[in-house]
Structure formats: structure tokens, C-alpha cells
């Protein structure tokens, strides 16, 4: 089944009140113990995330795998933490 309305790869990003940055990231059908992140070790700026469906045993739609990225533009500040 493809994609018929809506964006496609959907990352939200913004900067909260209390400076800190939000990100969400759509992965459809994923749940929540099959989400992978890390933050990158060396800079700290940017933050990988991959999942991917259960395999429901219907060949047609198969298993889907999402991975990405979202991170810092900017050098006076870095990634510190996560929570997903």
C-alpha cells in the first residue's frame, strides 16, 4: 500500500520555552520497544533513530523499516540527552 495524502518522512522539530529541543518523528506501525536512537558520539549534534514494523506475516505489505536523522545547525550548543 503506498502513501496516498500527507508528508512524507515527517520530522517535527522545534525549540521549547525552557530552550530545550523538541523533535518527533512519525514511524507508523512501529512500536515503541522496536525504536533504535543514539546520539552522535563524536559532535553531539545529531541524533539517528531507526524501527521497523512486526512482521505480521502478510507478505503483501511486509515489513517496514524507517531510520533517519534530525541534529544542530549550530556550534554554541549540543545534544545532552534523550527521551523517546
Do not use: W
Not at 520530522?11 to 530545550?20: A, G, H, R, S, T
Amino acid at each position: 500500500q503506498y502513501q496516498k495524502a500527507g508528508p512524507k518522512g515527517f520530522i517535527q522539530v522545534k525549540v521549547l520555552e525552557n530552550d530545550k529541543l523538541y523533535v518527533r518523528v512519525d514511524l507508523p506501525g512501529v512500536p515503541d520497544d522496536a525504536i533504535r536512537h543514539r546520539v552522535d558520539s563524536v559532535r553531539h549534534k545529531i541524533v539517528f533513530f531507526s524501527g521497523e514494523t512486526p512482521d505480521d506475516g502478510n507478505k503483501k505489505d511486509g515489513v517496514r523499516e524507517y531510520s533517519g536523522r534530525a541534529g544542530l545547525g549550530c556550534d554554541c550548543c549540543e545534544i545532552t540527552d534523550v527521551d523517546a
